[in-house]
């Protein structure tokens, strides 16, 4: 299939998911995740319009960061070593994956003149294959944030839980959205949170609905 192809039915059904949640299509970005594919791919997909990659390696990134260079916006999706945060500082635009202090630190302390833009990454299911700050550990983890002036938390990324159960899904994805509510609300400068990266090839639709504002899917637009 043609990447054009698949962005032409992910399209529809975003419009679709967002005319039954009364949300704007416009709030939708949609992150092509290319860890699967080839950089000719990865290119076909810029081609077509798609202007946000994520990767979720240091290699897969450097390797289609040599073709593609800063044109695409690039988001690091994956568990992040802390001693790999140096290979990938210079060249991303955001990192979905900050889970500890340690990681922040270290963004913190190779970052240049500019602040990241992170995502906390939350384990709303308890999945122990699943990397994320439980629930209650994020508001705490957020207030230590304040010592990393290179960290700024633009929002909340999730991976729903491995299942058929719509309504586990659906309830993890609100759980996020509450989650969010609440850090807004106390307002701390360098965590406006306005961002909810949430939903994949087999649940963006659910997350649209609950919230999701980026939305990661590879099998369904780049392929497997
Ligand atoms: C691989 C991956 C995706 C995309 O998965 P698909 O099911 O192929 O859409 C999204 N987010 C993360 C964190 C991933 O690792």
Redo the contacts with the bound molecule.
């Keep these: 299939m043609k990447v054009s192809d698949n962005l032409r039915v992910l399209q529809q059904k975003v419009i679709e998911a967002c005319q039954r949640s009364n949300r704007n299509p416009e709030e939708i970005k949609i992150i092509a995740?290319t860890?699967?594919v080839t950089t000719e791919r990865a290119i076909e997909a810029v081609e077509c319009g798609v202007m946000n990659l994520?990767e979720?390696r240091d290699e897969g990134l450097l390797e289609k960061w040599s073709k593609l260079g800063d044109k695409p916006i690039w988001h690091f999706?994956?568990t992040l070593q802390t001693r790999k945060v140096k290979n990938i500082i210079d060249k991303v635009d955001y990192i979905?994956s900050l889970d500890r202090e340690s990681l922040a630190k270290e963004i913190n302390a190779r970052a240049g003149e500019k602040a990241i833009s992170c995502f906390v990454q939350v384990n709303v299911s308890g999945e122990e294959s699943k990397h994320g700050l439980t629930p209650e550990m994020v508001i705490p983890f957020i207030k230590e944030l304040e010592k990393f002036p290179k960290v700024r938390v633009e929002g909340l990324m999730t991976?729903a839980p491995f299942t058929e159960d719509q309504t586990i899904i659906r309830e993890c994805f609100q759980i996020l959205k509450k989650l969010q509510l609440e850090i807004q609300h106390i307002q701390l400068p360098y965590a406006p949170c306005q961002e909810l990266s949430m939903g994949?090839?087999?649940d963006f639709e659910i997350a649209i609905e609950e919230g999701a504002t980026m939305i990661?899917?590879?099998?369904?637009l780049v392929g497997?």
């Design positions: 995740v860890k699967y994520g979720n999706i994956g979905h991976m994949m090839s087999n990661r899917i590879g099998t369904a497997e």
